[in-house]
């Protein structure tokens, strides 16, 4: 399971006026990770700790350093401090990694690997796309990427020195603010996406390789949903396509729950606690109500601070984007998205 440190700024990279990349010094600190995985960052603001995810942006195997990049949200608390404050940020406390938007553990059966990123999504799969090319140098990649502008393409130069040193490798921008100009390189497309230009940019790139396509899609939910829906219509498995949104909506429970209030017996560090949830209730919301300070932070499934192990009885788990199958087939579960099934369930988060 995910630990806790504490680590510092080893670097600041400002990416875009709005973007920050912090490289951190784990000073010395064994941290282990996948290309595609987040951290929950928590920082005192205001005189209070605020806790929020991030993906690292950087490569295991590649970069000496994990770390993340940071884009400034309109009224994001965390985004706002840190792309304002990030040379002034010393230490920083960490937890995780949480995440399952990973590659199978065996790379060599990408043969082509597809992803489509909308703005900051990009930051995990630049980490994933790195370590592909890394460990499967003959694996063709190709990256549509939705942005606003060229100066709000988080890594443009990067990734336009990457694609050029790499025959095998594909970028193609699609920009909804750029003014078009005829200096404009061919990679770049004028316009806002919609679900037919995707159609058409993906029929385009799974024509240009006879080896089966993996896909992989990071960005808002609204651009991911029309991303799917367009793979889903041209025929694109379900088993070839992962995704991970930077806006999760949480939804209302999908099965039938107990009509009437549930006993959870809840082990935390040394203490036991009785608690009563509510119909529709979830865990955590009945501990939170009665006062017990629990690890969270997103409450929608995404962060995994809530992680607790089921040693008895059966719940629901609404969503879960930070488990991996290891860590279910264990009996852990996400105390934000579980809705006791009945009066025998039992829970102990492990510190």
């Not at 990416?15 to 290309?35: K, N, S």
């Not at 990049?69 to 994001?76: E, L, M, R």
């Not at 788990?317 to 006791?340: H, T």
Request: net charge negative; proline share 5%; hydrophobic share 35%.
């Amino acid at each position: 399971m995910p630990l806790s440190y504490t680590w510092y700024t080893q670097q600041v990279i400002r990416e875009t006026t709005d973007t920050v990349t912090i490289i951190f010094d784990t000073r010395g600190e064994d941290f282990q990770y996948l290309a595609g995985q987040f951290i929950n960052l928590t920082l005192r603001i205001d005189g209070r700790p605020v806790t929020r995810s991030y993906s690292l942006s950087s490569a295991p195997g590649t970069d000496s350093a994990p770390a993340i990049t940071v884009k400034k949200v309109t009224g994001g608390v965390m985004s706002s401090y840190i792309t304002e404050n990030a040379e002034a940020i010393h230490s920083w406390d960490v937890d995780g990694p949480y995440g399952a938007f990973t590659l199978d553990d065996d790379t060599s059966g990408y043969h082509h690997l597809v992803l489509l990123a909308g703005g900051s999504g990009i930051t995990p799969l630049f980490s994933i796309a790195r370590t592909v090319a890394r460990q499967q140098p003959d694996t063709r990649i190709t990256l549509l990427y939705a942005s606003r502008s060229v100066p709000e393409t988080i890594f443009k130069e990067a990734l336009d020195n990457w694609e050029a040193q790499h025959n095998n490798i594909r970028i193609q921008y699609v920009l909804s603010k750029h003014t078009a100009t005829a200096d404009d390189p061919a990679n770049i497309m004028t316009g806002r996406l919609n679900r037919i230009i995707i159609k058409k940019l993906i029929k385009q790139t799974i024509s240009e390789s006879t080896a089966p396509a993996h896909f992989f899609l990071c960005g808002p939910a609204d651009l991911m949903k029309m991303h799917q829906e367009s793979l889903t219509a041209l025929g694109i498995p379900d088993t070839h396509v992962r995704h991970e949104s930077f806006a999760v909506e949480t939804t209302a429970p999908t099965i039938a729950l107990p009509d009437n209030s549930q006993e959870v017996l809840l082990h935390y560090y040394e203490q036991s606690n009785l608690l009563e949830v509510l119909p529709g209730q979830t865990i955590l919301a009945a501990a939170l109500e009665e006062r017990i300070p629990l690890p969270h932070s997103c409450q929608s499934g995404t962060c995994g601070r809530c992680a607790a192990r089921l040693t008895q009885g059966a719940v629901h788990m609404q969503q879960n984007y930070a488990l991996r199958k290891e860590d279910i087939d264990a009996g852990y579960v996400l105390l934000c998205q579980s809705f006791p099934l009945n009066n025998e369930v039992t829970v102990t988060i492990e510190e």
